[in-house]
T-cell receptor
Framework: NAGVTQTPKFQVLKTGQSMTLQCAQD?????MSWYRQDPGMGLRLIHY???????DQGEVPNGYNVSRSTTEDFPLRLLSAAPSQTSVYFC????????????FGSGTRLTVV | TQLLEQSPQFLSIQEGENLTVYCNSS?????LQWYRQEPGEGPVLLVT?????EVKKLKRLTFQFGDARKDSSLHITAAQPGDTGLYLC???????????FGTGTRLKVLA
């Protein structure tokens, strides 16, 4: 099915470990973004991309890296996990954010112990 | 700094009541979207408003974009338990590509 695919769905990390959250879309969308959502709260923008090879920081970028080598893939890397990074992470993509909004993946629930 | 503030934060009402959710900013947006999110899932787009003063209706939901394109509202008529969820406004401030979300309004409709 077409859409945004995130892996893994669940992950437990120890403090200081690194990992990569994968995100892929097959809709040929130029715009992609990563968000984190803490319990009972809205979504906060971590990093975003407006096309292959172009990335920029969002509202809460510290502790995270991204790259966009292809239109389809937009991985998020946690450099050295901290308990404060325990959250649900959503990847999203858009063809034209102004008129069509974003399509979201099903999320990755990350716990850092 | 949260550029999109929603109110109220929580709302618990009886089935059949009406309600309005507000989304406010000091920044101008080229468009705003409204989403609904169910537990364990990603947000799902409900509507896009583009023109200042625009009103869009989606069954019992009415969305309005402020004349100055700095605010929006969502009105639900005769709420039903199926309307329960987290409602989020979102958009990119004019001149930027940062697509940000509001603080969210958690609605619970009691049968």
């Amino acid at each position: 099915n077409a859409g945004v695919t995130q892996t893994p769905k669940f992950q437990v990390l120890k403090t200081g470990q690194s990992m990569t959250l994968q995100c892929a879309q097959d809709m040929n969308h130029e715009y992609m973004s990563w968000y984190r959502q803490d319990p009972g709260m809205g979504l906060r923008l971590i990093h975003y991309s407006v096309g292959a090879g172009i990335t920029d920081q969002g509202e809460v970028p510290n502790g995270y890296n991204v790259s966009r080598s292809t239109t389809e893939d937009f991985p998020l890397r946690l450099l050295s996990a901290a308990p404060s990074q325990t959250s649900v992470y959503f990847c999203a993509s858009s063809y034209d954010k102004q008129n069509y909004g974003y399509t979201f993946g099903s999320g990755t629930r990350l716990t850092v112990v | 700094t949260q550029l999109l503030e929603q109110s109220p934060q929580f709302l618990s009402i009886q089935e059949g009541e009406n309600l309005t959710v507000y989304c406010n900013s000091s920044s101008v947006f080229s468009s705003l979207q409204w989403y609904r999110q169910e537990p364990g899932e990603g947000p799902v787009l409900l509507v896009t408003v583009v023109t200042g003063g625009e009103v869009k209706k989606l069954k019992r939901l009415t969305f309005q974009f402020g004349d100055a394109r700095k605010d929006s509202s969502l009105h639900i008529t005769a709420a039903q338990p199926g309307d329960t969820g987290l409602y989020l406004c979102a958009g990119a401030p004019s001149g930027t590509y940062k697509y940000i979300f509001g603080t969210g309004t958690r609605l619970k409709v009691l049968a």
